[in-house]
């Protein structure tokens, strides 16, 4: 990820400011965590990884919960801001469509394995990172339902339900995708699964386009 410092960058011993110091103890974590699952990973392994003592990663985090929930927000933030970013992307709804089911897409494909801390927790049982994970599923359909509401006219509830299908098949098979070792090239899958959206929010006609009687 761009956004959290590689672990192993900087030399054991070196002193850093506060916030880059938590950055570094994130990256670290999340290459534990990916590789491990919650369960297995001490904290220990994470305060190795990032080359510090336990008593500094203590000084940030209090406890393994409050890292693995600190760096659930961060990439549950970013997987947001891909959504928004693609909606706000253009005006062509055909085109919005196929960059929204990019940016679920291009998450799962992070080599770094965000995507499996928001969607293949082993932590799901604990109401802190369910609560996170359900949460960054509804905000994404939201963004989605705000542009179908604009657009057609349905109703909160309709546009939402239409939304939660269309960021729904962008996950299930974009995960699906991802485990099977990217059989075909992203932009191809990407192409397959917003053509297959594309074809049925089509159906629902924008509201400046509805003939008038």
């Known amino acids: 990820m761009t956004a959290i410092q590689d672990a192993d960058s900087r030399p054991r011993g070196t002193r850093l400011p506060r916030l880059?110091?938590?950055n570094q103890l994130l990256g670290a974590a999340h290459e534990v965590f990916v590789a491990q699952g919650y369960h297995a990973a001490a904290m220990d392994d994470i305060a190795e990884k990032a080359g510090v003592?336990?008593?500094?990663?203590?000084?940030?985090?209090?406890?393994?919960?409050?890292l693995y929930v600190a760096l659930l927000d961060q990439h549950c933030e970013a997987l947001v801001a891909?959504?928004?970013?693609?909606?706000?992307?253009?005006?062509?709804?055909?085109?919005?469509?196929?960059a929204t089911v990019d940016a679920y897409f291009a998450f799962v494909d992070d080599h770094g394995g965000a995507f499996r801390l928001v969607f293949e927790s082993d932590l799901t049982n604990e109401q802190a990172v369910r609560d996170r994970v359900d949460r960054v599923a509804e905000v994404c359909a939201e963004a989605v339902s705000k542009v179908i509401a604009e657009d057609t006219g349905l109703g909160e509830d309709e546009a939402m339900l239409l939304a939660v299908a269309l960021t729904g098949m962008s996950q299930v098979t974009a995960r699906y995708w991802v485990s099977k070792g990217v059989p075909i090239p992203r932009d191809t899958a990407s192409r397959l699964i917003s053509t297959l959206g594309w074809r049925g929010i089509s159906r629902f006609p924008r509201r400046d386009e509805v003939p008038t009687s």
């Open 53 to 66: 003592s336990k008593p500094v990663l203590y000084q940030h985090f209090p406890g393994k919960l409050e």
């Open 82 to 98: 891909a959504v928004r970013a693609a909606l706000e992307s253009t005006h062509d709804n055909k085109l919005r469509v196929a």
């Open 20 to 22: 880059a110091r938590r």
